[in-house]
């Protein structure tokens, strides 16, 4: 078995998976949505030290496994450099203690492979990531060929949904909170400008679209009524922005099997949406599971099985965090 640990961010969760059967055995995750609320995003530092009581509190209901364990896997990229440590520290005391390897696994490979959980992969997939900290396009073969074909160039899609949240004093994580509110909101109300429309390129950009709201929540003042309407307006731009850049990618690269992964992913207006653009081409949407969306150690667990089968480990000293580090 393989106890993972994902800390990129906001989440602390620890899994054990089974290596031959891929099964989940156990997953915990406890979120510190609550805490940073009151701040409209997360706070690095809070984060870090609501990981150091909340890790050994999980770990604890696991040490039943430690005598099956074959390895431990940790997230030690990309994410928060002081909440990264937090998990990375846990898992090398763990190697160092049962004489196990360590894998380091990149937490955007995760949420790939959150697609696969207690599955085998079916490869080749295009894979939109939309998460707090990423908005890219890859072409994915297998593990070891993950090719990056677009991304964004400022904010990322989640991101802007937690600004947008944070301007009209909602809370965080704003993802779910505006896709509440625009529920009954009117997606016309707004004419907010499709972000990089005119340009030829396949890339993304979140800044501008959030400036324009910026301006409207500003111009709506006290009237929260009028938020509804904003929140609609600006969740129809948002993922119409995504789905004239997939059109065009389409146009060159016939999809397929397609897949949207990332916390993000868990936008039911955006997955209605893609499937809409999916379906004269024919091809498969996949999704994780509602669950498996957001950062979860199920994902880093799953990836780690394929990593352990190709002895990709990492020496302990060898093991540093790389809170940048993209695919
Ligand atoms: O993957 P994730 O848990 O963390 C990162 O790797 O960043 O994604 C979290 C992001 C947050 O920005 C959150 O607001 C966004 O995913 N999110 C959503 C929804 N649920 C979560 N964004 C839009 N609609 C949602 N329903
Ligand atoms: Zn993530």
């Given at each position: 078995m393989i106890l993972s640990i994902e800390s990129s961010c906001d989440d602390s969760a620890i899994a054990i998976t089974d290596l031959e059967t891929k099964k989940l055995l156990f997953h915990k995750k406890i979120s510190q949505e609550i805490e940073h609320s009151i701040y409209g995003g997360v706070v690095p530092e809070l984060a870090a030290r609501l990981h150091a009581e909340a890790l050994p509190k999980i770990l604890a209901q696991v040490s039943e496994y430690f005598p099956k364990l074959r390895a431990v896997a940790v997230t030690?990229?990309?994410?928060?450099a002081v909440t990264l440590i937090e998990g990375v520290t846990m898992a090398k005391a763990i190697a160092v203690s049962l004489n196990i390897p360590l894998i380091a696994v990149n937490h955007l490979v995760g949420h790939i492979y959150s697609l696969f959980i207690e599955k085998e992969t079916s490869f080749p997939m295009s894979v939109l990531l939309v998460s707090g900290g990423h908005t890219q396009l890859m072409e994915v073969k297998s593990l070891e060929s993950i090719q990056t074909v677009a991304k964004s160039m400022d904010d990322s899609f989640g991101e802007s949904f937690d600004k947008v949240a944070k301007m009209m004093g909602?809370?965080?994580?704003g993802g779910p909170l505006i896709e509440n509110l625009a529920y009954?909101?009117?997606?016309?109300a707004y004419n907010f400008t499709v972000p990089l429309h005119q340009s030829p390129l396949i890339a993304f950009s979140y800044s501008g679209l959030k400036n324009a709201v910026r301006l409207a929540v500003e111009e709506a003042?006290?009237?929260?009524?009028k938020y509804k309407d904003i929140a609609a307006s600006f969740e129809h731009i948002a993922t119409k922005h995504l789905t004239m850049k997939l059109k065009k990618y389409f146009k060159t690269n016939r999809p397929k099997n397609f897949a949207i992964v990332g916390?993000?992913?868990?936008?039911l207006y955006l997955r209605k949406e893609i499937e809409k653009l999916l379906e004269p081409h024919g091809a498969k949407l996949h999704l994780s599971e509602l669950k498996y969306c957001?950062?979860?150690a199920a994902m880093i667990g799953r990836v780690a099985v394929e990593m352990y089968e190709k002895q990709m480990f990492t020496p302990i000293d060898a093991l540093e965090i790389a809170p940048k580090s993209a695919i």
């Open positions: 030690a990229s990309p994410g928060l909602l809370g965080y994580p009954d909101g009117d997606r016309l003042g006290s009237d929260t009524e916390g993000a992913s868990a936008n957001a950062d979860n």
